[in-house]
C-alpha cells in the first residue's frame, strides 16, 4: 500500500529556512521519484520540484535560488528545504509520488500546512 | 512557462448534467497533461492522465479528451460527489504548471 507522510514544523519566522519532510512506503524511491506540490493560501496548486528515481533533481525557477530537494533512501524519506521564507510562502505543502513518465503525482500525502508570520 | 487557461473559472450543474472543463495550452505540449480533483481538506486525487487516459479507481462518468492545444474533462452525470475544484497539469516541459481551476458545484 504506497503511502506518503509529510511533517515539518507549523510556524515560521520570515526569512528562516523551512525543512519538510515526506516519509513514504510501499514503493522504493529508487523506483519512483517524488515531488513537492505547494498550494499557497487562498490560490492554485503549484508544482515546486521533484527528485527522480535516480536521484536527479527538476525545480521550478520561481523558487529554484531557494529551493533544495534531498532524499535518504535507507530511510525511505525526501527533503525539502526553502530558505528565505516570506510570508507568501504560507500555504499547504504536498508531497506526491511519480507513478510514471505519463502518470505524474497518482499517490499523494495529506499535506502539512506551514505559516510563516512574525 | 507554459500557460494553461481554465474555463470556466467556476461553474454550477444539477445533478445528471453532463459537465465539460476546458484547460487550453498557450504551446504544443502533446498529451502530456494530466486532471487533478481537489476537494477542502483532502490531498488532490489524480482524475486523468495523458490526457485521456482514466486513473485508477475513478469512475466510467469521467472522461478526458483533446483538441489540439485544448483539453477537456467531461463528466456523463454529475454526481454530488464530483463538486471539488479541478486542476489541468502539463508535464511536457519545466517547469510544470498547474491551471487556476475550475470550481464546479451543484446549482
Known amino acids: 500500500q504506497v503511502q506518503l507522510e509529510e511533517s515539518g514544523p507549523g510556524l515560521m519566522q520570515p526569512s528562516e529556512t523551512l525543512s519538510l519532510t515526506c516519509t513514504v512506503s510501499g514503493f522504493s524511491l529508487t523506483s519512483n521519484g517524488v515531488g513537492w506540490v505547494r498550494q499557497p493560501l487562498g490560490k492554485g496548486l503549484v508544482w515546486m520540484g521533484t527528485?527522480?528515481?535516480?536521484?536527479?533533481?527538476n525545480y521550478n525557477s520561481a523558487v529554484q535560488s531557494r529551493l533544495s530537494i534531498s532524499r535518504d533512501t535507507s530511510k525511505s524519506q525526501v527533503f525539502l528545504k526553502m530558505n528565505s521564507l516570506q510570508p507568501e510562502d504560507t500555504g499547504t505543502y504536498y508531497c506526491a509520488r511519480q507513478g510514471g513518465l505519463r502518470r505524474p503525482f497518482d499517490y499523494w500525502g495529506q499535506g502539512v500546512m506551514v505559516t510563516v508570520s512574525s | 512557462d507554459i500557460q494553461l487557461t481554465q474555463s470556466p473559472s467556476s461553474m454550477s450543474a444539477s445533478l445528471g448534467d453532463r459537465v465539460s472543463l476546458t484547460c487550453q495550452s498557450s504551446?504544443?505540449?502533446?498529451?502530456?497533461l494530466s486532471w487533478y480533483q481537489h476537494k477542502p481538506g483532502k490531498p488532490p486525487k489524480p482524475m486523468i492522465y495523458y490526457a485521456t487516459n482514466l486513473a485508477d479507481g475513478v469512475p466510467s462518468r469521467f472522461s478526458g479528451s483533446r483538441s489540439g492545444s485544448d483539453y477537456s474533462l467531461t463528466i456523463s452525470s454529475l454526481e454530488s460527489e464530483d463538486t471539488a475544484i479541478y486542476y489541468c497539469l502539463q508535464y511536457d516541459e519545466y517547469p510544470w504548471t498547474f491551471g487556476g481551476g475550475t470550481k464546479l458545484e451543484l446549482k
Open positions: 527528485i527522480w528515481a535516480g536521484g536527479s533533481t
Open positions: 504551446q504544443g505540449i502533446g498529451n502530456y
